[in-house]
């Protein structure tokens, strides 16, 4: 690990230096105050130049930047004077429903990922032949280039998974003989190959994690090329390499519903900005991970595991519904949890009346609760989901639409795997590489043109002063 200290050690030595050396922590924290005042623009000024901040509107949508044809989130209309109308939520894939696609995968008790990745990257249902293709595909790319794990992973293990998988992906550059090349066929060999290896590169990166900072047991399994995604994540994380039916088609179904989000979400938009650079496949998704790995976009899932681990050390008796709600009241008076006032788990940026994916994801998340004993945890969340909303309104005075969003049930699936916390987002990442994928490509088709959006100076003009009269 690199120590600026000791770089500076011999500082006040040096010709043309002061003979006081400096203090690097000292340093930095007193620049950080300073650039608080000079970064800082003043809030006024948004308005007045029309910046929509956040790429948002003044009622809250999203400033309009592209067109696609691969995901559709629909949460709420606008009437004429622009305000939101709550609706029942829908998310389509490539033109589908959600709800139709999870439907048949489950009605014939069968994965359903591959299927949903080959209808996002190719813009249509596969036949089975064309399925068992595909899946065999993805299989063929399941394992790491010889030697990758041992001198790309094991060799400089991270405490961040996510950091880890970034610095994954740009390596694999390195093994790959045609990296640059842009056309469609090579990125999707490409995109392919990263859908197929994800499940190693994030299992690798907790092993070594686990070893190198925990000092616990290294656990390294191949994966099975025959298997589907689901199971080849819980086999590589598990010590035995075991797992139940039920565990794999419930995390199955998190990564369906993870898969894609419309072309708006933060990571999807910077697959979407970078591939207009030109640039080559493992720094679009590289940067799409590292947008991801931010707590504002991808870390709400955890904020949900840590809210009921806080939940359950504070409260004496979790299964009490009057001692939940204290709890929860405490949450939104900003006392108790991480003091945000917010219950993580409820409410989204587009989903109004109802969330699709938490809606699909809580009925398979009750089936795996009652196979493995856990239905007292999933009665919590489930009563967390229908009294939050109502605490809210107490405490605030505000009555609004308020429903579950798949984070809730995510969390509660995760935790009932035993999948440790912090691969709750790398999970986000192996499913959402599927969209990122299919934005990516699109991209480089439909869009071809470099995005540059604009920004207005607002610092005043200076005259220069030389250096002896500052």
Same mark, same amino acid.
């Given at each position: 690990?690199?120590?600026?200290?000791?770089?500076?050690?011999?500082?006040?030595?040096?010709?043309?230096?002061?003979?006081?050396?400096?203090?690097?922590?000292?340093?930095?924290?007193?620049?950080?105050?300073?650039?608080?005042?000079?970064? *800082?623009?003043?809030?006024?000024?948004?308005?007045?130049?029309?910046?929509?901040?956040?790429?948002?509107?003044?009622?809250?949508?999203?400033?309009?930047?592209?067109?696609?044809?691969?995901?559709?989130?629909?949460?709420?209309?606008?009437?004429?004077?622009?305000?939101?109308?709550?609706?029942?939520?829908?998310?389509?894939?490539?033109?589908?429903?959600?709800?139709?696609? #999870?439907?048949? /995968?489950?009605? *014939?008790?069968?994965?359903?990922?591959?299927?949903?990745?080959?209808?996002? !990257?190719?813009?249509?249902?596969?036949?089975?032949?064309?399925?068992?293709?595909?899946?065999?595909?993805?299989?063929?790319?399941?394992?790491?280039?010889?030697?990758?794990?041992?001198?790309?992973?094991?060799?400089?293990?991270?405490?961040?998974?996510?950091?880890?998988?970034?610095?994954?992906?740009?390596?694999?550059?390195?093994?790959?003989?045609?990296?640059?090349? #842009?056309?469609?066929?090579?990125?999707?060999?490409?995109?392919?190959?990263?859908?197929? /290896?994800?499940?190693?590169?994030?299992?690798?990166?907790?092993?070594?994690?686990?070893?190198?900072?925990?000092?616990?047991?290294?656990?390294?399994?191949?994966?099975?090329?025959?298997?589907?995604?689901?199971?080849?994540?819980?086999?590589? !994380?598990?010590?035995?390499?075991?797992?139940?039916?039920?565990?794999?088609?419930?995390?199955?179904?998190?990564?369906?519903?993870?898969?894609?989000?419309?072309?708006?979400?933060?990571?999807?938009?910077?697959?979407?900005?970078?591939?207009?650079?030109?640039?080559? $496949?493992?720094?679009?998704?590289?940067?799409?991970?590292?947008?991801?790995?931010?707590?504002?976009?991808?870390?709400?899932? =955890?904020?949900?595991?840590?809210?009921?681990?806080?939940?359950?050390?504070?409260?004496?008796?979790?299964?009490?519904?009057?001692? #939940?709600? *204290?709890?929860?009241?405490?949450?939104?008076?900003?006392?108790?949890?991480?003091?945000?006032?917010?219950?993580?788990?409820?409410?989204?940026?587009?989903?109004?009346?109802?969330?699709?994916?938490?809606?699909?994801?809580?009925?398979?998340?009750?089936?795996?609760?009652?196979?493995?004993?856990?239905?007292?945890?999933?009665?919590?969340?489930?009563?967390?989901?229908?009294?939050?909303? *109502?605490?809210?309104?107490?405490? $605030?005075?505000?009555?609004?639409?308020? /429903?579950?969003?798949?984070?809730?049930?995510?969390?509660?699936?995760?935790?009932?795997?035993?999948?440790?916390?912090?691969?709750? $987002?790398?999970?986000?990442? $192996?499913?959402?590489?599927?969209?990122?994928?299919?934005?990516?490509?699109?991209?480089?088709?439909?869009?071809?043109?470099?995005?540059?959006?604009?920004?207005?100076?607002?610092?005043?003009?200076?005259?220069? =002063?030389?250096?002896?009269?500052?």
């Amino acid at each position: 690990m690199l120590n600026f200290k000791s770089k500076r050690e011999n500082h006040g030595k040096r010709s043309g230096t002061s003979a006081n050396p400096i203090e690097p922590a000292a340093y930095y924290a007193e620049m950080a105050d300073r650039l608080e005042t000079v970064d *800082e623009i003043d809030s006024g000024l948004y308005p007045k130049y029309n910046v929509k901040r956040g790429l948002r509107n003044a009622n809250g949508t999203g400033v309009i930047v592209g067109l696609t044809k691969i995901g559709e989130v629909y949460g709420y209309d606008t009437d004429e004077n622009k305000n939101k109308v709550p609706r029942p939520g829908k998310l389509f894939y490539r033109g589908y429903e959600i709800h139709d696609l #999870v439907h048949h /995968c489950r009605a *014939e008790d069968r994965f359903g990922f591959e299927e949903v990745t080959y209808l996002l !990257l190719f813009g249509q249902l596969p036949n089975k032949q064309q399925l068992e293709d595909f899946k065999a595909l993805i299989g063929e790319n399941r394992e790491l280039p010889y030697g990758f794990a041992r001198d790309m992973i094991l060799v400089a293990p991270s405490r961040s998974i996510m950091n880890k998988l970034a610095r994954s992906v740009l390596a694999l550059y390195s093994y790959d003989d045609n990296p640059d090349d #842009v056309s469609i066929s090579n990125v999707l060999r490409q995109c392919i190959g990263l859908i197929g /290896c994800f499940p190693a590169l994030i299992a690798y990166g907790y092993q070594a994690k686990q070893s190198f900072f925990e000092k616990a047991s290294m656990h390294m399994h191949y994966p099975i090329p025959e298997l589907s995604t689901s199971e080849n994540i819980l086999r590589m !994380l598990r010590p035995t390499g075991e797992y139940l039916d039920i565990e794999a088609k419930t995390l199955d179904l998190v990564l369906i519903l993870h898969a894609e989000h419309g072309g708006g979400n933060n990571s999807t938009f910077t697959t979407h900005l970078v591939s207009s650079s030109g640039t080559d $496949t493992y720094s679009a998704i590289a940067a799409a991970v590292g947008s991801l790995k931010g707590p504002k976009h991808g870390g709400a899932n =955890i904020a949900v595991i840590n809210m009921i681990r806080d939940l359950k050390a504070n409260v004496k008796d979790w299964r009490d519904p009057k001692q #939940v709600d *204290e709890y929860l009241l405490k949450v939104l008076r900003k006392e108790a949890n991480d003091r945000s006032g917010l219950i993580y788990g409820l409410g989204h940026a587009v989903y109004t009346l109802s969330d699709p994916r938490a809606e699909l994801l809580k009925g398979m998340a009750e089936q795996l609760a009652r196979a493995k004993g856990a239905m007292d945890n999933f009665q919590l969340y489930s009563y967390i989901e229908s009294r939050g909303p *109502e605490l809210y309104a107490e405490v $605030t005075g505000v009555e609004k639409p308020m /429903c579950a969003n798949v984070d809730l049930y995510s969390g509660f699936v995760y935790n009932t795997l035993n999948i440790p916390i912090d691969l709750a $987002t790398p999970l986000f990442a $192996t499913a959402r590489l599927s969209g990122w994928s299919a934005h990516r490509m699109e991209e480089l088709i439909a869009g071809k043109k470099l995005m540059r959006p604009a920004y207005i100076n607002v610092q005043q003009r200076r005259e220069y =002063i030389p250096i002896d009269e500052r």
